[in-house]
């Protein structure tokens, strides 16, 4: 899942086995009779292996994602529509029924297309001091309209039933964008507009992240849910060998590990000429070409291609699940 310094560690990480079977978690959670329901509140909500703050950090969502409520408390178990689970604050969510979900789904709703943070504010305009400001937001964070666009600002309405205004040109319709075609060169946009980011284990925003939550991030920008680990990102997809790198094309994820267990401890998204993008330290960008400047030596594993693989098992498009739409 995560890394570091060019190391990581999956959370979930096991057998092969182990791996296909969360792969199928997705397509398992979509399908599930579900009626308990929240929205995460925050533009960035941390998800842990426990339900104490002092637990492991395995995961994040952003807001207006929808959740399985598994188990309530001040800690509420839920599930992610990706199909992980994990532990959050009740601060971090607002409980949802049934027939709000259904409606929710039919709304009308925007989602935060800006590569960079952007924030709430309390009127129309431009933010001139901090009681102007009602919440910050994320790409990726969806949000319910709140009325016409007044000039360059849209009305929104967010899950807790806040309401403000964000600039018009860093929202996008949600229908729109969850039926996007598939662009490889916004994914790596995405990636590049995110270097220099600071990784943190367990991050899947903008605002810090790791390796898997830097391909979850840029893949979500176009619209497509990926798993949460780079084990499980693995098992994805059509699989290219290390020696066929060159075969690789704009998009598809490279995968680093032990090369004696074959077990995948990084992931990094691939740009052109050998050249990736990924979060080690930080989001930056390194060659799995053994001639190039920028090679690393961790060993390369394998790649996966997303691009034509929407639908299988791991590989969601946005407006094809059922939490969403």
């Given at each position: 899942m995560l890394c570091a310094a060019g190391m990581c560690s999956a959370a979930m990480a096991g057998t092969k086995e182990d791996d296909a079977r969360a792969a199928r978690a997705l397509v398992d959670a979509g399908a599930s009779a579900v009626d308990q329901w929240a929205q995460v509140r925050l533009s960035a909500?941390?998800?842990?292996?426990q339900g104490r703050h002092a637990a492991e950090m395995s995961t994040q969502a952003i807001m207006g994602m929808p959740v399985r409520v598994i188990e309530k408390g001040?800690?509420?178990?839920?599930?992610?529509?990706?199909?992980?689970?994990?532990?959050?604050?009740?601060s971090s969510v607002v409980e949802k029924s049934p027939e709000e979900m259904a409606a929710w789904r039919k709304a009308d709703r925007f989602v935060v297309v800006s590569p960079f943070q952007i924030n709430v504010s309390v009127a129309p305009g431009e933010i001139k001091k901090g009681t102007d400001v009602v919440s910050d937001l994320v790409n990726g964070c969806i949000v319910e309209s709140g009325g016409e666009a007044a000039g360059a600002y849209q009305p929104v309405v967010l899950p807790d039933g806040r309401r403000g205004y964000v600039p018009a040109a860093a929202v996008e319709k949600i229908e729109v964008w969850a039926g996007q075609d598939?662009?490889?060169?916004?994914?790596?946009?995405?990636?590049?507009?995110m270097m220099g980011i600071t990784y943190l284990w367990g991050?899947?925003?903008?605002?810090?992240?790791?390796c898997s939550g830097l391909?979850?991030?840029?893949?979500?920008?176009?619209?497509r849910i990926l798993m949460r680990d780079a084990s499980q990102q693995a098992v994805t997809g059509t699989r290219i060998e290390a020696k066929d790198w060159r075969k690789c094309r704009k998009g598809d994820l490279l995968f680093f590990g032990?090369?004696?267990?074959?077990?995948?401890?990084?992931?990094?998204?691939?740009?052109?000429?050998?050249?990736?993008?990924h979060s080690s330290g930080r989001v930056k960008r390194n060659s799995v070409d053994p001639k190039a400047e920028g090679y690393l030596t961790t060993p390369f594993l394998?790649?996966?291609?997303?691009?034509?693989?929407?639908?299988?098992?791991?590989?969601?498009?946005?407006?094809?699940?059922?939490?969403?739409?």
């Open positions: 909500a941390s998800i842990r292996t001040n800690w509420w178990h839920i599930q992610t529509p990706d199909g992980y689970t994990g532990w959050i604050p009740s598939f662009d490889p060169d916004k994914i790596i946009d995405m990636a590049s507009s991050g899947t925003t903008t605002k810090a992240l790791d391909a979850k991030v840029s893949y979500f920008d176009n619209g032990d090369a004696d267990t074959r077990r995948v401890t990084h992931v990094a998204i691939y740009d052109h000429d050998g050249e990736y993008v394998h790649a996966v291609r997303i691009a034509g693989n929407e639908g299988t098992p791991g590989i969601t498009r946005v407006i094809d699940h059922p939490w969403y739409f």
